[in-house]
């Protein structure tokens, strides 16, 4: 839902500032600042630095709307995004974090601008665009404020303090949202309680000396193990809440095997019954083979009765003979 939210904000913002200028200074002013410090806040979250750049962004689009409405509406943006931009993990990603910003702050106002005078459905439709723009930065990645602080805490310590807040570095940047909706809202909070007082606890630890500083590397060693195994608790729990989806699956699975068996049952009933006729009809060929052998057979057998015939005809030509003598 907080995407929504920021992008819906930051559209509403946009095309909001543009009418607060025909207001009274005072009113004007504080619809300014304010619509300024919820951008920042809900961009880059949280915290004294957001809320002053977000109060600058806002005073800076009161001094260029009149002149420049299109750069007004980039520097707005940016410096909505601007203490998130300082919380880059590396000066590559400040600086895309940055330009970023600009560029879809530019884009949101000339959106606007254009559609300025257009009737009320359009302009939503013009703002929700806007605000989709002025949101597409924070698809750059960047730490958040605790993370960040932990980060600037371990470049500043020696070992073993070092490696030991990177460790937690590391833990609280493979948390995401996924592992953290599995937990209670209670349980979160208490979980975040926890990365506050580590922070607090690495800053002591960054002053402290001889055996307060051994007593505290042994608290951030404790602090880090608890969270770590319970986020490795969570994302296991998350994983398998993620397995109860696969019902569908295996339901659609035994179908397939269902289908494969009835399939298998039809090449089997197919097969033997080509097999038994491939059987009855064998008879019937042997059948009439020896027909054709009965009637080859029977000239033979005439044959006989021919010379049969033919000798009683030998015997009697002497007859006349015999008469004669």
């Not at 806002?58 to 410096?79: I, K, M, N």
């Not at 924070?138 to 730490?143: E, G, K, Q, T």
């Not at 059948?287 to 054709?292: D, F, G, R, T, W």
């Amino acid at each position: 839902m907080r995407p929504i939210a920021t992008v819906v904000i930051l559209g509403l913002a946009l095309a909001a500032l543009p009418s607060i200028g025909s207001l009274d200074a005072l009113s004007g002013g504080a619809l300014t600042l304010g619509l300024g410090v919820l951008a920042a806040v809900v961009t880059s979250g949280r915290g004294a630095l957001s809320v002053a750049l977000g109060a600058l962004g806002a005073l800076a689009y009161t001094y260029l709307a009149r002149s420049a409405p299109e750069l007004a509406a980039a520097v707005f943006v940016a410096s909505a995004h601007g203490a998130r931009s300082l919380r880059g993990r590396n000066t590559a990603l400040r600086g895309a974090q940055t330009l970023a910003s600009l560029a879809a702050g530019l884009g949101a106002g000339l959106v606007l601008s254009r559609y300025a005078s257009a009737d009320t459905g359009v302009l939503a439709a013009a703002a929700l665009v806007a605000g989709l723009l002025a949101a597409a930065p924070l698809a750059i990645p960047s730490d958040d404020p605790v993370t960040f602080a932990l980060a600037g805490l371990a470049s500043e310590s020696d070992e073993p303090t070092r490696s030991l807040l990177l460790r937690a570095v590391s833990v609280r940047r493979r948390v995401d949202a996924a592992t953290i909706e599995v937990l209670p809202q209670k349980v979160t909070e208490q979980l975040e309680a926890a990365w506050v007082a580590l922070v607090e606890t690495a800053r002591a630890r960054a002053t402290a000396r001889t055996s307060a500083a051994l007593l505290l590397d042994k608290r951030i060693a404790r602090f880090i193990e608890v969270l770590e195994r319970i986020y490795t608790a969570a994302e296991e729990r998350a994983a398998r809440a993620a397995g109860l989806d696969e019902k569908a699956l295996l339901a659609a699975k035994m179908e397939g095997d269902r289908l494969e068996a009835e399939v298998s049952a039809l090449i089997d009933v197919s097969t033997s019954v080509r097999v038994e006729s491939d059987f009855t009809d064998a008879p019937v060929k042997s059948e009439a083979a020896p027909a054709k052998s009965e009637a080859a057979e029977k000239p033979q057998s005439d044959a006989p009765a021919k010379s049969e015939a033919s000798e009683p005809s030998a015997t009697a030509e002497p007859a006349p003979a015999a008469l004669a003598n």
